[in-house]
């Protein structure tokens, strides 16, 4: 199989692609309950891409990437709730973070967690 990236070929194998794009292994991760969990990276990026492809990381999850300072909650499109968002979406416009509570109640515990934490870290909470 091509990769899309680099035309580079992996002769099929998924798994050699994706280990060597998305680095699947190797994510460090702290459970705080038996539905909650904080994944640590080291870039915004990786954590995006990560949401996206491992099945370890569940909606609502805390995403923590303390080199760029930002915090952020797992999703399809996950989501700063710090103002340092990276490569993380920010609170679209208009939007309030009782929104996001309403749309999708996996989010609840993993943001009032994600929001103490940027608190007692003292980094800028984005609006909402």
Same mark, same amino acid.
């Given at each position: 199989?091509?990769?899309?990236?680099?035309?580079?070929?992996?002769?099929?194998?998924?798994?050699?692609?994706?280990?060597?794009?998305?680095?699947?292994?190797?994510?460090?991760?702290?459970?705080?309950?038996?539905?909650?969990?904080?994944?640590?990276?080291?870039s915004?990026?990786?954590?995006?891409?990560?949401?996206?492809?491992?099945?370890?990381?569940?909606?609502?999850?805390?995403?923590?990437?303390?080199?760029?300072?930002?915090?952020?909650?797992?999703d399809?499109?996950?989501?700063? &709730?710090?103002?340092?968002?990276?490569?993380?979406?920010?609170?679209?416009?208009?939007?309030?973070?009782?929104?996001?509570?309403?749309?999708?109640?996996? &989010? &609840?515990?993993?943001?009032?967690?994600?929001?103490?934490?940027?608190?007692?870290?003292?980094?800028?909470?984005?609006?909402?």
């Amino acid at each position: 199989m091509p990769n899309p990236l680099d035309g580079e070929s992996y002769e099929g194998d998924i798994n050699a692609w994706k280990a060597d794009n998305f680095e699947l292994d190797g994510v460090k991760t702290k459970a705080l309950s038996d539905t909650l969990n904080i994944h640590y990276f080291t870039s915004s990026g990786r954590a995006y891409n990560e949401c996206q492809c491992n099945e370890a990381i569940k909606t609502g999850d805390i995403l923590m990437i303390s080199d760029e300072k930002v915090i952020g909650l797992a999703d399809a499109w996950p989501v700063a &709730v710090t103002k340092a968002h990276g490569d993380l979406h920010d609170l679209a416009e208009g939007s309030t973070w009782d929104d996001i509570r309403e749309y999708d109640a996996k &989010v &609840v515990n993993g943001l009032a967690v994600a929001t103490m934490m940027a608190e007692l870290l003292e980094w800028e909470l984005a609006r909402g």
